[in-house]
């Protein structure tokens, strides 16, 4: 008996994909089944509006290329209203199946439905039964659940990335701030003494100063001849030259390229050293040019002198000198480390704010908030995951509860699916069990693991359900009632109603229930 195979399409391509792909569903026709409200067939997605559009495109034509391509069956499409009226959306899901079932044989995947049709199915199929038109097994109505909300912890993962990232950035802002000034200051000024000592040795030598630094005399020998004279003399051939440097030259301040004035250079190399503290970036221009000049400059001037002055200046040109290498390959060590940090920053802090950007979209378009469906690096899911399923079974087999007896009522749905598992464990050999078989068993025995158990999933399961419950608001499963005093109550739709009374729950609760109870508890074992 031939099969047809009808494949709800949303916004989810690899779960709609891989039952086919990997045999576990055999088809002779596949139909993609999409909303009235969708792009025609063929159209190009970046011809669509962006948004929902443009991606229901997009999710549509992959599914049909990766059919086309790996399949060796027909594939078209059919098209139902999912956002009218549920009773027109039954009605016209039951004309699907009822001419889909006379042919052979109808599977259906409601992995990427959204909610309000995947019931519509679920009516449509016991309608059909209760009615004598299909056998009970003509109809196969499945979904393929996720281990885990990729979409959502993706997004979380994001917003962690981004959140590092922009922390990063004000440590890296305040690194740079400290290294570029106090730090930087506190590692130039000892150039500057070194500069500030070379003046005073300057002024020693040029015999500006009666004295050497810190008051004691500087020159204990006058000369060879040890006259006081021979010094006099030496004194006024110094100054001598000196005043022909002031008449010979134009300005006020003479470049020391066109002086002998070695004051001048000095001047220059305290304007370079302002100029250039910055210990994270590159040295512009080489100071050694002016401290070369300076040798020079003084070799010319003092080079006949041997008092001690001039001795003591020229160690303080070799102990400047040296001062002047140490201080230019710190900052080039430090500069060629940080060039890189640098461009790597700049290129994590776009794509961080990218992904900001990328983020803020997925939240208007309701995304972060489980009010929509998504595909995310190829893993997607549609709003109706596992905790919505339970969420709503809890909601349509009891009066209307606020947000935290929901909650609750979740989490006792889940220990007590989790004592099951324990009393049947318990009545098998231990050697058998499992970890999660012994993690059960303990729940099972001891009453008081079993509330701690519980409150600890409360807590643990509240963001979740939270996005689970605004899921199901935004698709009309559930609505909140309004009370007079207290907290507002959730109670379902008539929708609700229709998607549990059509639901086989003990059948449902294997896969769904147990699905959110074993991630539960390999987090509680890591």
């Keep these: 008996m031939p099969t047809t195979h009808l494949s709800v399409l949303g916004l989810d391509v690899q779960r709609v994909v891989t039952p086919l792909e990997t045999g576990d569903f055999d088809a002779d026709r596949v139909r993609l089944v999409r909303d009235e409200a969708d792009p025609e067939q063929g159209r190009d997605p970046d011809d669509c509006a962006e948004g929902t559009s443009r991606a229901r495109t997009r999710a549509a034509r992959t599914v049909s290329e990766t059919f086309s391509k790996r399949l060796d069956v027909s594939v078209d499409e059919a098209r139902l209203p999912f956002g009218a009226s549920f009773a027109t959306l039954y009605a016209a899901t039951t004309d699907l199946l009822r001419e889909s079932v006379a042919d052979g044989a109808v599977d259906v995947n409601l992995t990427s439905a959204p909610p309000q049709v995947a019931a519509a199915f679920y009516a449509a199929r016991t309608a059909l039964v209760d009615t004598g038109v299909a056998p009970h097994d003509a109809i196969t109505l499945y979904a393929i659940p996720a281990d885990e909300r990729t979409d959502l912890a993706a997004i979380s993962d994001l917003r962690t990335i981004v959140s590092e990232v922009e922390t990063a950035n004000a440590a890296f802002d305040e690194f740079r701030r400290v290294a570029d000034g106090p730090a930087a200051d506190a590692v130039a000024q000892l150039l500057r003494t070194a500069l500030s000592d070379l003046r005073i040795a300057l002024a020693d030598a040029s015999g500006d100063t009666p004295r050497g630094r810190g008051g004691s005399a500087t020159y204990t020998q006058r000369s060879k001849t040890d006259s006081p004279f021979g010094s006099m003399s030496a004194y006024v051939g110094r100054a001598r030259e000196q005043l022909a440097d002031l008449v010979d030259a134009d300005q006020h301040r003479p470049a020391p390229e066109d002086t002998r004035d070695p004051n001048a250079v000095l001047d220059a190399l305290d304007e370079w050293l302002d100029a250039e503290t910055g210990l994270l970036s590159p040295v512009e221009d080489d100071p050694h040019e002016l401290l070369v000049r300076f040798r020079e400059s003084c070799v010319a001037r003092f080079g006949k002198f041997e008092d001690d002055a001039t001795i003591a200046l020229f160690d303080t040109i070799d102990r400047f000198d040296a001062q002047l290498d140490a201080y230019l390959d710190a900052r080039t060590h430090l500069s060629g480390a ?31 908030r489980g009010e929509a469906m998504m595909s995310l690096d190829g893993h997607s899911l549609s709003p109706l995951g596992d905790l919505e399923a339970i969420a709503l079974h809890v909601l349509t087999t009891g009066p209307p509860r606020s947000r935290p007896r929901t909650r609750r009522a979740v989490t006792a749905e889940l220990r007590e699916r989790a004592e099951h598992h324990g009393i049947v464990a318990g009545a098998r050999d231990e050697d058998s069990w499992s970890t999660f078989d012994t993690f059960c068993v303990d ?65 449902f609760r294997e896969t769904v229930v147990d699905d959110v109870l074993r991630d539960c508890v390999e987090r509680e074992l890591d």
């Design 338 to 368: 940080f060039s890189p940090v640098t461009e790597a920053t700049a290129d994590l802090s776009a794509a961080a704010d990218t992904s900001s950007a990328h983020l803020d979209e997925l939240h208007d378009g309701g995304v972060a």
């Design 443 to 507: 729940i099972a025995r001891n009453a008081a693991e079993g509330d701690a158990f519980e409150k600890r999933l409360s807590n643990e399961l509240r963001p979740r359900l939270e996005v689970a419950v605004e899921a199901l608001l935004a698709d009309g499963y559930v609505q909140t009632k309004r009370r007079e005093t207290g907290r507002d109550a959730l109670e379902p739709s008539d929708s609700a109603r229709l998607w549990a009374a059509t639901t086989d729950w003990d059948e």
